[in-house]
Structures are given as structure tokens and as C-alpha cells.
């Protein structure tokens, strides 16, 4: 199976090209991503646990889902299959806002996304999928807020990045 490719882009989020994922984290390349944060009418996040088989950020809880978008694909359609894929469920999505970020990793990989922040709605439980999510659970914004800020160890970078930096588009 040929290894999935992410999308390269410049700081205008214009895309310059593909590389394989593994071969962009290694060489901290910008590219492009995504963060699925899903609310509930309690104004909780649906917050995953990372598989504790993944190659980075093991076991961490995050956002409620997160990847790479595929060549041709738009935030949203890339959005909503990650979504299906990994917590089993589609839920209308909107494009609330995006940034640069880099985060290297203890293996020696590094994130290096311009991450655009998708954000949904959802009431129900999700069906997970144990090959990407090891546990889930809803969280009020507030108690995220101060978990993160007594526990940071246990939450990936990226999240604690978007949750500090852009704390106000987190809501409906």
C-alpha cells in the first residue's frame, strides 16, 4: 500500500506540492491539516484519546478528531470522512479558523501544519474506532481549560496550541 501523501503548502496556504506524511514530520515540512472539534448543546467538547499504538502522542487526549487533508480534497470533505473514520459519525462541519503551528515530538518528528479549525455539532455517543481512538469522552470548555492547565502532559501539543490560541472560536 502506497504511504499516504500530505499536502504541501506556503504560509498562504497555497499548495506547493505532496510528500509522504512520515517524510514531512521527519523534515518539520509545512502542510496542510485539520482539527474537528465537536460541541454538544451543553457546550461540551467531544474529546479522544489517542490509540496508545500511535506513532506519536500516544494515549493523549485531543480534539475530537484530527489529519491531513488528501490531494483535491476540501477541509470540510477531508473533515467529515476523518470524522466517520475515526469516531463514526458525520455532523455538518464549518471552517472557523486556521493557523501555523510546529510541535516536535520526542521521537523526533515534528508538526509543522497549517491547521484549519472545523468545528460541529453532535448529541449522540460515537461509535470509535479502536484502530485510531483508544477512549473518549464530553468535557465542558471550562474543566478543559483548567484540566489542561493542571495536567498539560496529558493532552497532545497541538491541542493545548488551538485551545490557548483560539479559545474563543472553540464554541457554536
Request: aromatic content about 10%; overall charge negative; hydrophobic content about 40%.
Amino acid at each position: 500500500m502506497e504511504e499516504e501523501k500530505v499536502i504541501l503548502v506556503n504560509e498562504n496556504d497555497e499548495q506547493i506540492g505532496l510528500m509522504p506524511k512520515m517524510e514531512a514530520h521527519e523534515k518539520a515540512v509545512l502542510h496542510r491539516a485539520f482539527s474537528v472539534f465537536v460541541l454538544n448543546k451543553k457546550n461540551e467538547l467531544m474529546l479522544q484519546q489517542r490509540a496508545h499504538h500511535k506513532y506519536h502522542s500516544p494515549g493523549l487526549w485531543t480534539n475530537t478528531c484530527c489529519s491531513h487533508q488528501r490531494d483535491g480534497e476540501t477541509n470540510i470533505e477531508a473533515g467529515t470522512r476523518r470524522l466517520q473514520e475515526e469516531m463514526g459519525f458525520v455532523t455538518p462541519l464549518k471552517d472557523a479558523v486556521s493557523f501555523i503551528y510546529k510541535a516536535p515530538f520526542d521521537n523526533g518528528l515534528t508538526e509543522h501544519e497549517y491547521d484549519h479549525v472545523l468545528i460541529g455539532a453532535f448529541e449522540e455517543d460515537p461509535i470509535i474506532n479502536p484502530d485510531e481512538v483508544a477512549d473518549w469522552k464530553w468535557m465542558s470548555i471550562e474543566a478543559v481549560r483548567n484540566d489542561i492547565s493542571l495536567q498539560p502532559e496529558l493532552y497532545t501539543e497541538w491541542f493545548k496550541i488551538i485551545f490557548d490560541k483560539f479559545y474563543s472560536h472553540i464554541t457554536l
